[in-house]
């Protein structure tokens, strides 16, 4: 039974334009680590839309949960490149905001408060943002906001997480601490991640599956299981076997690019 | 930088001013019909203290009511116009064909509508401060992040969710500097009213002066009114700083 399951999805952004994804069909199981690779404007940050419900496909069918998507999900945790942090709230108070919106939390939010942000201190901590709960967005660092505002999207205990290249403006050691940071909290409590981004080894070293998407209008080309040994140590990354897959993936995109 | 010169500058410009201002009426022999001299401004200003200080807290009194109207309609305009593209499209045209028409046109409707007096007054301060208010609420209403829009979207959150987790607290800069320019506005309107269409208030004072050539009174009349803007610009500056710390951040005084 898949967890996320797309049969021949198309969408067009206005009724009778170009597609901006065509005929796409893939499945993903309950806390499977996918990441979703390809060319700018292959319509990634499109897959993320419609599987959280805030588009509907123009043709086919999106189910999440075994129930056909018809509106926005409650269990989606989204994060993207920006961290769009609320610069007048603390970060304890920016990764609580979730809970201001969705049940259950929203209503018993005034009681439970104390428990509530106990839970998202914790969280904090894990990621390495004790100490940090009550600074504002800006006192922080690049990817220290980008680690509260993946808290933010798991704060509310979602069954999949969705993240739109939540590395990519940051350096190269960031980006390989956070790849850390990721895989300890998916190992920790397991949920589904989509990952969209445009580097390859991220892709490898993070998911169990990786998806190639063609150019606009973005279809899939290639889906590519990676078969390394869990629990994954950055010292993977310089393995042969994690080079044979960065290289094959590397050279789909090489096609699809010169296509 | 000196600190203590850049608090002193403001001080210092306004004096260096007023005495420029005597020396040329004093070194030139300016008649005092023509131009009077800031120690004869300052002098009548004395000597009519009483008179002057009731038609400043009429002017006073009718700018805040004309300008508490224009914050709140601003305010519910501007919250309807950011938060809806549609309204938006529709209503932006009106708002500026309206903001285009000088009221000093407008105040004799208004007077054939509600008589020579107070409530002109504060209609027209109403209407010339109400749009810096509706702009700029709806500029910042509608320039929210897609993104964040979208991580509040798939939680469920409705479009009332937003405005009030995000999209207001996200205005208020845009709002609070709104109400500087406003205030000072609403000074504009409600003189010019006075001026056509009152026996009460700066306005009303400035224009019977100046019909039995008391130029001195006159400008005591204009200097108050400067006065009052900026005390009340001045006001606002430091309810906006207090209100909205995290906007006006120093990036180097941080942490």
């Known amino acids: ?259 | 930088m000196k600190p203590n010169l850049v608090k002193a500058a403001p001080w210092l410009v306004v004096a260096g001013m007023f005495l420029l201002w005597e020396l040329i009426c004093v070194g030139f022999d300016v008649p005092e019909f023509l131009l009077p001299a800031p120690s004869a401004v300052w002098h009548v200003g004395v000597e009519q203290f009483a008179p002057i200080m009731m038609h400043a807290t009429q002017t006073f009194l009718t700018t805040l009511a004309g300008f508490a109207i224009a914050v709140l309609v601003g305010l519910l305009i501007g919250m309807a116009v950011g938060s809806s593209p549609l309204l938006y499209r529709a209503m932006y045209p009106l708002l500026v064909g309206f903001n285009s028409i000088p009221k000093v046109a407008f105040v004799p409707v208004l007077v054939v509508w509600f008589g020579i007096g107070t409530v002109p007054a504060i209609l027209t301060a109403f209407l010339i401060s109400f749009f810096p208010v509706v702009v700029n609420v709806a500029t910042g209403l509608a320039t929210l992040e897609p993104e964040l829009e979208d991580v509040l979207r798939s939680l469920g959150a409705s479009r009332l969710d937003i405005l009030a987790k995000v999209g207001l607290p996200r205005a208020m800069p845009y709002f609070f500097a709104s109400l500087k320019v406003a205030i000072t506005l609403a000074f504009v309107g409600s003189v010019i009213a006075e001026t056509v269409a009152s026996n009460l208030g700066i306005g009303y004072l400035m224009m019977s002066a100046s019909s039995s050539m008391n130029m001195p009174l006159v400008f005591a009349g204009l200097i108050v009114i400067g006065v009052m803007g900026v005390v009340m610009y001045e006001l606002f500056a430091f309810v906006e700083k207090r209100m909205t710390s995290w906007a006006h951040r120093n990036p180097n005084g941080a942490a």
């Open chain 1, 1 to 259: 039974m898949s967890f996320v399951k797309f049969e021949n999805v198309d969408l067009a952004y206005a009724p009778g334009g170009a597609l901006a994804i065509e005929d796409v069909s893939l499945e993903v199981r309950e806390g499977e680590f996918v990441a979703v690779v390809g060319p700018s404007g292959c319509g990634k940050s499109t897959l993320m839309k419609l599987i959280s419900g805030l588009r509907m496909p123009s043709g086919g069918y999106v189910y999440v949960d075994g129930r056909q998507v018809g509106g926005p999900l409650k269990i989606v945790g989204m994060a993207f490149q920006n961290a769009n942090l609320l610069p007048w709230r603390t970060t304890l108070d920016n990764v609580m905001l979730p809970l201001e919106i969705v049940e259950p939390y929203r209503s018993t939010l005034k009681k439970e408060r104390p428990r509530y942000e106990a839970e998202a201190r914790q969280l904090l901590a894990k990621v390495g943002l004790a100490g940090f709960e009550d600074k504002f967005p800006w006192e922080l660092s690049g990817g220290m906001q980008q680690r509260a505002s993946i808290c933010r999207a798991l704060i509310h205990q979602p069954r999949l997480l969705m993240l739109d290249e939540p590395f990519g403006a940051l350096d190269a050691f960031t980006r390989e601490e956070l790849w850390c940071m990721l895989r300890d909290l998916w190992q920790l409590q397991p949920f589904t991640v989509i990952l969209v981004t445009h580097d390859l080894r991220e892709a490898v070293f993070l998911a169990d599956t990786v998806y190639v998407m063609s150019k606009r209008p973005g279809r899939v080309l290639v889906r590519r299981e990676i078969d390394l040994p869990r629990p994954r140590d950055l010292d993977v990354t310089y393995t042969d076997a994690f080079a044979g897959y960065v290289h094959e993936l590397r050279e789909h995109i090489g096609r699809v690019r010169a296509s």
